[in-house]
Every structure is written in C-alpha cells, then in structure tokens.
C-alpha cells in the first residue's frame, strides 16, 4: 500500500506561483506513476500532470502547459508541482493519486481520474483575481 499527504497550497495573487508536494510512504516504487487531480466546487476532478517514477516521462493538461511543471525526487519518494502564472480559474483543491497500471504512451487513460488509487488528503489553491 502507498499513503499519499500533499501540501504547499494557499492563497496567492494571479500571476503568482505556488510549489506543491505530494509525499509517499509505504511502498511508493511498486506504483507506476504520480499524479496531480484538482477539483473545483461542483466539478469533476481533473487531471493536471502526471509523472513516471522510472524515466521521470511526463503528460500535462494542455490548459496548464508552459505553467505547471511536475517532477519528482526518488530518494524523497516526493513528487512535486510547481505552478507559475496562476490564474483565478486555477483555484481549486489538489489531490494527488498513484497510478499502479503501466500504459502505452498515448494511452488516455493516463489521464483518467478513475486509473488512480491512494488519493490524498487534498490542498487548496485560491488564486485571487
């Protein structure tokens, strides 16, 4: 089993950045890849950024290309999230989620909330206008 604690969200200006972290305890190199979900009230969780522990391959949402930037740290079992340029319609809660199943690159279902497990307690970002 994998146990994921996410921080690093608050409040910030449009324009601004914020760098959040999802720590994993437990057996975090038997899962595939990480990654980062938002919801926002009323909405579904969407996908944000993923990123392979092995390889460190990535896939972003086309809405946060050239801001977000996911990475990891194997020897921390941390993967991180840095955002640059919010903007309002960033704010959200963000979760982080481990993916077990291994997919071929241009599968969608690296994208797919429902192919995540682990979830997070959630952090929030509100980015003010």
């Known amino acids: 089993q994998v146990q994921l604690v996410e921080s690093g969200g608050g409040l910030v200006q449009a324009g601004g950045s914020l760098r959040l972290s999802c720590a994993a305890s437990g057996r975090p190199f038997s899962v595939n890849a990480m990654g980062w979900f938002r919801q926002a009230p009323g909405k579904e969780r969407e996908f944000v950024a993923t990123?392979?522990?092995?390889?460190?391959?990535?896939y972003y949402a086309d809405s946060v290309k050239g801001r977000f930037t996911i990475s990891r740290d194997n020897a921390m079992h941390t993967v991180y999230l840095q955002m640059n340029s919010l903007k309002p319609e960033d704010t959200a809660v963000y979760y982080c989620?481990?993916?077990?199943?291994?997919?071929?690159?241009?599968?969608?279902?690296?994208?797919?909330?429902?192919?995540?497990?682990?979830w997070g307690q959630g952090t929030q970002v509100t980015v003010s206008s």
């Open positions: 989620g481990a993916l077990w199943k291994h997919f071929l690159p241009d599968d969608p279902r690296w994208y797919a909330a429902n192919e995540y497990a682990n």
């Open positions: 990123i392979t522990w092995n390889g460190g391959y990535t």
